[in-house]
Nanobody, 121 residues
């Protein structure tokens, strides 16, 4: 079983909402920075949101600013990505990731297997 497990992907119409969840199995991940990446069809991976170990600092890609919200609950060992006002260009595989650096990182050491999000027009 993987250390990071995503859930909550699916299909939605443009303008709709989804909530992605990432469960981490080990307590040490509560000290790690976490992020969500996505991979659009035929493109590389893009970091869309990140959060520090305490949940007090976040960052967002310009393309999702104001529409996506990342949060974490270390007691529940989960990281959430609330996705609102979805657009067809948000269609991608979304990955939960973790960095041993507890802040907002550019390098991520652990990856989930991904969950598909499809937004239809």
């Amino acid at each position: 079983q993987g250390q990071l497990a995503e859930s909550g992907g699916g299909s939605v119409q443009a303008g709709g909402s989804l909530r992605l969840s990432c469960a981490y199995s080990e307590r040490r991940f509560t000290t790690y920075g976490m992020a969500w990446f996505r991979q659009l069809p035929g493109q590389g991976r893009e970091r869309v949101a990140a959060i520090n170990r305490w949940g007090t600092s976040t960052m967002y890609a310009d393309s999702v600013q104001g529409r996506l919200t990342i949060s974490r609950d270390n007691a529940q060992r989960t990281v959430l990505l609330e996705m609102n006002s979805l657009k067809p260009e948000d269609t991608a595989i979304y990955y939960c990731t973790a960095s041993t650096y507890g802040g907002i990182s550019t390098q991520y050491d652990y990856w989930g297997t991904g969950t598909q999000v499809t937004v239809s027009s």
